[in-house]
Structures are given as structure tokens and as C-alpha cells.
């Protein structure tokens, strides 16, 4: 493990950069959709839906970018991983159809507005579990035998994939209400910063289950976080996650609107450098590292000059974008 | 019931399904964005509030179109992992970097300007937001370029070497974009986007112009669609035709099928108009054709000597019928649409563009015919590509992932029912939007009347300045 920073490292850093953007942008959205039926028919749930319509495009263009960009910098690692996950990437795919349309198709419809409610949700829901899964049956390695998955075709589904998959519908959820917590106010606001409250004490939870499992489903997970003197780096991982908790619910208790969200941000991150910690330099566990999954130089060295420019401007005005339509999703005026 | 239909025939058969619903959308929704810049335009320079109630009608419908390209385009970066990941382990160190381009060019630049473009209007002004739908409009074709460069290049690859793992390294990046066969593809694919944005708007102009030919919007969408259609097919022909010359240099046997040609004319092929196909005898049984006129067409001497599948192994061909049969259809619309052009301008010059019944009940039939033309024109160019992935190079049976048949029926199944549900409930809701006639004062995305929550939500800026009044309720 050559700790020189190479081109497979700076794409993998560059990968998961797009991935936990992914997580971020759509994670909230698709946490309201998550957390739809709980708000009233009408006014309610439409300025929830309201308050990420003009960004969950975008949002979503997140996992074009992870799925597109490991195909082009890792392509064995997307060529092992997508068919052995075969059946929990098509039920996302699915059911990211339906969420993605109820968007629309709910305006369209007076009619059928609940039928595209009900569509709203189970996509979310659905959707959230298959990647929780996926992530989950990532995690607990894949069957490889030469330069393809070898496994059954039930391999992804264990009490572990089902944990994550359980894990990141609440923690979904969890973004979902505080997002809201911003966006909104009055009885909508009160009524998320409850949710908060509760979805954020089961998201640390099973934060906590799930990074207790995780050492021991593989040899390498425990040496990446006990070995000495590693382990002295990695420990500020937990501690760190232990800081937030406490700034989160005292945030919360305090009424404040934008720090709820940022600190759950900062929750997810923490997670996500933990799974980078457990994985690294593996993109597919126990089987596959990134230097053997990537793409020849000229590939990398051709992509990286477009990524160097463009993620920049990207970000850029996909801010613009969030800060164009900043502020309260608004109600006083329209009752 | 799946146990005589192989995983892989299966695999085809999802892709080919999922890839033409998908195809259907970008296809409307490149040449709507233009539409819906050229019409915000020329409102912002004249003034003229029938362009902005223009603008608004068709916003509507391109936002339905565009979130149903989103969804299922989606599924298409992960199909090439899930179902065909041996494709994706030896071609993804090219064919994933110009989607990775597509992705940070236009993607992300579409994406980004689109909730501004539906519902920006009143934060941004005018003037910003029709930079915002310009960067929409730029985005689809800048997605066009790199998604078209990397099909092409698995029509005519080059720019490559082979390394040790058995994969195709990128040895020049400028000699894999501009492949031999990109510049005419992209050519004649959005030339055919435009046609058939133009054909759809110009049907619906029709439809409203049938009922009331006062109806000033009705009047200046038939008037722009026509306008482009006459310009647009005669060049498209063109095109094709240079796209023709260009495939029969680099792929030989798809031309063989596209034409019906299995045996060989040494002194001037004849022009096959129509028959039956049959691959196993290697004829065309029951055709009616023009001696000679095939070799005048694609060499331009009526006794040049074509060369048939009879010259090529058995295993090299691809499906004769399909080729043959998408061709004809695409070509047939192609002259269809020229038909039209003209009558429309026949139509201009008698001074009766607005009021000529059979013109716009001729531009109502072919409002649809766009779309069936680009569909028959990619399979066309994809079945014909067959039965390699990366052409001469790849084989498509060595291409599929490793997926048992019941996993993909089950898979194929899914998506069938999902998207026939979902796919034709947003059609009816675009075409629920097209019956209603464009009218003065039409509302936008943010303004809807029948849905005044709305308002509320998407502008929260009239709600705060109501607040602010203290105009609470």
C-alpha cells in the first residue's frame, strides 16, 4: 500500500467525493419523500415537495456521476460490483422512476394525486433501502473469480445488508426533517423538529450497531481500525461522532434552524470517512483493490484535467442554483 | 417459460426496450429547449406577449419530458455494469470517460439550470433566466456530442491499444471523439431531434388551427414549425445520405443489410424499394426494385459493382430483416416530412398557411412521425452493428454479464410494466397539456391557477412580501 499520491488514489477520493454528494443532495430529498405521509394531505406535503423540487435534479445527477465515473476510472470494480448487486440496483433504479416523476406527475393529476403520493414515498423508501443494501452487501465482500463476480445471485441479501438498508431509510429520514427544520415554519416546523429529534437518536444508534459489526465481517476492516498506531488516528472518528451528537441535540433544544442540519451533515460525513477508513485501499472488499480496478493512465490522467476544471464551476452553480431558491418555502400569504 | 430464451437474447431485448424509451425523450427535449430559448428570445426583443405565452405553454410540457428523460437515463449509466459488465471491464477505459464528460458538461449544467428555467421567473428576472434556458438548451446538445462520440466510436473505433487485462486503452483521445462516423451521426441525430420537435409543435399548431385559426399562438407555432420543417428535411436527406457514404466505407455489411444486398452485382447494384428479407436463404423474395439505381445512390455510377453478404462470414452478419425493414420506415417518414415542407410552402405562397385544412390535418398525422423515424433510424444503425459491441473488435455475446436467464426475464419484466405505467401516464399528462389551446395570459409552471398552493411553494417570494405586509391571511 504505497501511501504516494497516485492517479487510482486521486480517483478513488474523487469518486467518493461524488458519491457522498450524492448522499448529501439526495439523501434530504429523498428523506422527505421518506418522511411524506407523515405531514397533512394538501398544504403540508406540498410545500415539503415544494422545498426540493427545483434541486432534486441535480441532486440526482450525483449518481450519474458515481456510477459513470467508476465505470470510466475503475471499470473492473463496476464491471464485479453492478452484477453482483444485481437485483438491489434495478429495484433502485425502479424505484427512483417513480419518485422522480411523482414530481411532475402529482401537478398533472388532481385526480390521482394520492396514487402519485403513494409513488412519492414508496420510491423514496424503496429506492433508500436498495442503496442502504447495496452499501451493505458491498461491504460484507463479493464472490470474485478472475475478472467477474462469482457468486449466487442471493449473496447481497443478509441480516447485515438489511441492517445498513434499515440504517439509511432512518438516516435518510433524519436529513429529510432537518432540511425541513430549515425550510419551514410554524406547525410544519415544530411538528419536523420533533421527527428530528427522534430520527436523529436512531440514526446515532444504528450508526453505532452498524460501525460495531463492520470490524469483524472482514480481517482487513479490524487492522484498518485497531492496528497500532492507526488506531490512534481512527479513534477520532467515534470521538468526533460523540462531539456532534452533543452539539446536534443542543442545537435542536435551542431552536436553532440551519445548525440541525449542518451537524447531521457533519454526522454523515463522519460516517463516510469510517467507511472510507474500513474499505481503503479496497473498491471491492477482500478482493479488488483500486490499483488493480484501474482504468489505464490515459484514461485517468484524460478524465482528471475535465474534473479539475469542471467540478469546480459544478459546485458552483449548484450553488447558485440552492441560492436562488434560499429561504422559507413560504405559506402566510396563501391561506 | 424463459428456459428456451437465452440471458443474453434477454439482456438485448432490456436494453433495446430500455434504451429506446429513453431515446424517445432526449430526442423531443433537445430540440424543445432551442424551441423554448428561440421563443424567450425573441419575447425579451419584441415585447410581444404571444412568444412569452408560448414559452410558458411549452415550458410545461418540456418539464414533463425532461423529468421522464432524467429517470430513465438513469438506468441506462447502471445497465451497462449490471448486463453487460464484460463490455464494461474492456471498453469502460473509453466508452466511461466521454460519459463522465457527459455528465460534467452537460449534465450537471442541465440539471442545475432547470429549477430555475421551471420555476425561477420571478427570483432571477428575465434576463437571467433566459441565460438560465440558454444553459439548458446548450446542455442537451453538449450531452448529444459526448454520448453520440461514444456510440460512434463502437461503430468505428479507433485511437486504441489493447493491454495486458484485455482492454482498450485510450492511445489518442482526439482520434476516439472525432471518430470516423461521429460527425455525421451527430449530424443527422440532431438534425432528426429538431425535425421532430418541429413536427410536434407544428401538429399541435395544426390541432388548435383545425378548431379556431384565429388563435395567435396556434398560428405562430404552426408558422415556426413549418418554417423548419421545409428548411430541416431537405438538409436531413442530405445528411443521411453523407451518413450513408460514411457507413458504407467503415461498416461494409450494414450497408448489405440496409440495402437487402446478399449476393454481389458486379456491374451496378439495383435499388431494393420493398420485399421480404429471408436471412437463412440469404435472398429477398418478392422485391420490387430499381436495376442499377443502388449503385448510382451509394457510388454515384449506375455500373459500379456492389459487393453483397455473400462476401462476408455467416457469423459477421447482422439481423437482415430488422436492418432492412427500420431503414425503409425511417426513409419513407424522411420523405413524408419533405413532403410537407414543401406543401407548407406551397401553402405560403397562395397566402393560405392558416387556413388550408388538409395542410393541417397532413401536419396533425405526422406530428408523432418524428419520433417513430429516429427510432427506426437507430435501430437501424445499432442492429446493424450487430452482432459486435465495439465493432469487428467485440462480440456481443462476449459482452453480457454473467446473469442467469430467470434474473434478467424477471429484471426485463420489472421494467416493462414499470415503464409502460409510468412512461404512458406522463405521455396522456403531455398530451392533456397540448389539447388545451395556448391562450393570452398563459400561466407558467409557478403560477397555475388550479394550483394556488403552488405559487405558495415554488415563489416563496410573493409569500414573504406578503408577509412582510402584514398581509398574513
Given at each position: 500500500m504505497s501511501p504516494a499520491l497516485d492517479l487510482p488514489t486521486v480517483w478513488a477520493f474523487i469518486i467518493a467525493f461524488a458519491v457522498f454528494a450524492y448522499v448529501v443532495m439526495d439523501g434530504f430529498d429523498l428523506g422527505i419523500g421518506i418522511l411524506f405521509p407523515t405531514f397533512k394531505p394538501g398544504r403540508e406535503r406540498d410545500s415539503a415537495m415544494n422545498s426540493v423540487a427545483p434541486v432534486w435534479d441535480g441532486n440526482e445527477t450525483w449518481l450519474v456521476l458515481g456510477g459513470g465515473g467508476l465505470m470510466a476510472a475503475f471499470p473492473l470494480a463496476y464491471a464485479i460490483i453492478l452484477p453482483a448487486l444485481y437485483a438491489p440496483i434495478i429495484i433502485m433504479l425502479l424505484a427512483l422512476i417513480f419518485r422522480g416523476v411523482a414530481f411532475e406527475f402529482r401537478w398533472r393529476d388532481p385526480a390521482h394525486r394520492a396514487f402519485w403520493d403513494v409513488a412519492f414515498t414508496g420510491g423514496s423508501i424503496i429506492g433508500t433501502l436498495a442503496q442502504g443494501v447495496t452499501l451493505g452487501a458491498l461491504l460484507q465482500g463479493i464472490t470474485v473469480e478472475g475478472r467477474q463476480y462469482a457468486g449466487g445471485w442471493w449473496d447481497w441479501l443478509t441480516p447485515f445488508s438489511l441492517l445498513t438498508g434499515v440504517s439509511l431509510v432512518v438516516g435518510y429520514a433524519f436529513l429529510g426533517a432537518t432540511w425541513l427544520v430549515m425550510k419551514t415554519e410554524g406547525d410544519v416546523q415544530a411538528h419536523v423538529r420533533r421527527m428530528a429529534g427522534w430520527l436523529g437518536a436512531a440514526t446515532i444508534g444504528l450508526i453505532g450497531v452498524v460501525s460495531a459489526v463492520t470490524p469483524f465481517l472482514k480481517g482487513a476492516y479490524y487492522e484498518n481500525w485497531f492496528a497500532w498506531p492507526n488506531v490512534l488516528l481512527t479513534a477520532q472518528v467515534p470521538l468526533l461522532v460523540l462531539v456532534g451528537t452533543v452539539l446536534f441535540f443542543r442545537s435542536l433544544m435551542r431552536g436553532h434552524e440551519y445548525w440541525p442540519f449542518l451537524l447531521a451533515l457533519g454526522l454523515f460525513g463522519l460516517s463516510f470517512v469510517g467507511l472510507g477508513i474500513s474499505m481503503f485501499p479496497y473498491v471491492v472488499p477482500g478482493a479488488v483493490t483500486i490499483w488493480q480496478a484501474a482504468a489505464p493512465d490515459s484514461s485517468l490522467i484524460f478524465m482528471l484535467v475535465g474534473a479539475v476544471v469542471l467540478v469546480p464551476i459544478i459546485l458552483a452553480y449548484t450553488g447558485y442554483a440552492y441560492w436562488v431558491f434560499r429561504g422559507k418555502v413560504g405559506q402566510e400569504g396563501y391561506h | 417459460m424463459f428456459d428456451d430464451i437465452s440471458a443474453l437474447t434477454l439482456a438485448r431485448a432490456q436494453f433495446a426496450f430500455t434504451v429506446s424509451f429513453h431515446f424517445i425523450f432526449p430526442a423531443f427535449s433537445i430540440g424543445l429547449a432551442s424551441y423554448l430559448a428561440v421563443l424567450e428570445a425573441l419575447w425579451l426583443r419584441t415585447k410581444n406577449e404571444v412568444y412569452l405565452n408560448l414559452f410558458k405553454y411549452w415550458l410545461k410540457i418540456f418539464a414533463l419530458a425532461f423529468a421522464m428523460g432524467v429517470v430513465s437515463g438513469i438506468t441506462m449509466s447502471y445497465q451497462f455494469g449490471t448486463n453487460w459488465s464484460v463490455f464494461s471491464d474492456k471498453a469502460g477505459p473509453i466508452i466511461g470517460p466521454l460519459m463522465a464528460y457527459e455528465v460534467m458538461t452537460a449534465f450537471f449544467l442541465e440539471a442545475g439550470f432547470l429549477g430555475v428555467m421551471l420555476f425561477g421567473m420571478n427570483r432571477v428576472g428575465p434576463k437571467l433566466h433566459f441565460m438560465a434556458t440558454l444553459a439548458v438548451a446548450v446542455g442537451t446538445f453538449i450531452s448529444a456530442f459526448w454520448i453520440l462520440s461514444a456510440n460512434s466510436w463502437m461503430q468505428t473505433p479507433q485511437g486504441f491499444t489493447m493491454n495486458a487485462a484485455g482492454q482498450f486503452a485510450p492511445a489518442d483521445w482526439l482520434a476516439i471523439i472525432f471518430n470516423p462516423s461521429f460527425p455525421y451521426r451527430l449530424v443527422h441525430t440532431v438534425l432528426g431531434a429538431y425535425l421532430t420537435t418541429a413536427l410536434v409543435v407544428g401538429a399541435v399548431g395544426a390541432w388548435h388551427l383545425l378548431k379556431d385559426k384565429a388563435n395567435a399562438g396556434a398560428r405562430v407555432m404552426f408558422n415556426m414549425a413549418m418554417g423548419l420543417v421545409a428548411v430541416a428535411a431537405p438538409i436531413q436527406i442530405f445528411a443521411g445520405d453523407m451518413h450513408g457514404l460514411n457507413t458504407l466505407e467503415h461498416q461494409p455489411a450494414k450497408v448489405m443489410a440496409m440495402e437487402g444486398h446478399f449476393q454481389s452485382h458486379p456491374d451496378g447494384a439495383p435499388l431494393i424499394l420493398f420485399g421480404i428479407p429471408d436471412q437463412k436463404a440469404g435472398e429477398v423474395r418478392a422485391q420490387i426494385a430499381i436495376p442499377k439505381a443502388s449503385s448510382l445512390i451509394l457510388?454515384?455510377?449506375?455500373n459500379a459493382p456492389l459487393a453483397g453478404l455473400e462476401t462476408v462470414p455467416r457469423e459477421d452478419w447482422p439481423p437482415v430483416p430488422i436492418v432492412f425493414w427500420s431503414f425503409r420506415i425511417m426513409v419513407g417518414l424522411g420523405m413524408l416530412m419533405l413532403g410537407l415542407g414543401a406543401f407548407s410552402i406551397l401553402a405560403r405562397v397562395r397566402r393560405s398557411l392558416y387556413d388550408w385544412p388538409l395542410l393541417h390535418r397532413f401536419a396533425l398525422v405526422m406530428g408523432p412521425a418524428g419520433f417513430v423515424a429516429v427510432l427506426a433510424g437507430w435501430v437501424t444503425t445499432e442492429v446493424g452493428r450487430q452482432p459486435f459491441t465495439v465493432y469487428g473488435l467485440l462480440r456481443t455475446a462476449h459482452s453480457?454479464?454473467?446473469?442467469?436467464a430467470p434474473a434478467v426475464a424477471a429484471s426485463l419484466l420489472a421494467f416493462v410494466i414499470v415503464y409502460f405505467v409510468v412512461f404512458s401516464a406522463g405521455t396522456g399528462y403531455i398530451l392533456k397539456l397540448m389539447s388545451h389551446a395556448p391562450h393570452p395570459g398563459e400561466p407558467g409552471l409557478e403560477e397555475t391557477p388550479d394550483q394556488p398552493i403552488r405559487t405558495a411553494g415554488i415563489t416563496p417570494a410573493p409569500g414573504i412580501h406578503h408577509a412582510a405586509e402584514g398581509d398574513a391571511s
Open positions: - | 457510388k454515384h455510377d449506375l453480457a454479464a454473467p446473469l442467469d
